[in-house]
Nanobody
Framework: QLQLVESGGGSVQPGGSLRLSCGGSRFTLESYDIGWFRQAPGMEREVISC????????QYADSVKGRFTISRDYAKNTVYLQMNSLKPEDTGVYYC?????????????????????WGQGTQVTVSS
């Protein structure tokens, strides 16, 4: 069973920054597309960003473009989501998930149901 572990959530004031981490437990993330997702209270889970298996392609939700950056460190088997200029509407539980293994790299999907294995989530609260 693939396991993902998120960390880095917390409480921050508007305009602040956080960096989320997603690590693979008992497997390497190298061959997988990785996505970051957000679920606000009472809302459906939404795709925030994704990165392809070799890191060549990234995608972002319109609401976070220019503020969030997804990256991956193969040596550390970790994917990051750097979140800057945070807004109250960024509040929610953030999840990472993987799709794969991917044989031929292509653009990662911005579809929640495309992802197979999920972490437990980490809470992000943006409030003054």
């Amino acid at each position: 069973q693939l396991q993902l572990v998120e960390s880095g959530g917390g409480s921050v004031q508007p305009g602040g920054s956080l960096r989320l981490s997603c690590g693979g437990s008992r497997f390497t993330l190298e061959s997988y597309d990785i996505g970051w997702f957000r679920q606000a209270p009472g809302m459906e889970r939404e795709v925030i960003s994704c990165i392809s298996s070799r890191g060549s392609y990234t995608q972002y939700a319109d609401s976070v473009k220019g503020r969030f950056t997804i990256s991956r460190d193969y040596a550390k088997n970790t994917v990051y989501l750097q979140m800057n200029s945070l807004k109250p509407e960024d509040t929610g539980v953030y999840y990472c998930a993987v799709q794969g293994p991917i044989i031929w790299e292509r653009v990662c999907p911005k579809v929640v149901d495309s992802y197979d294995y999920w972490g437990q989530g980490t809470q992000v609260t943006v409030s003054s």
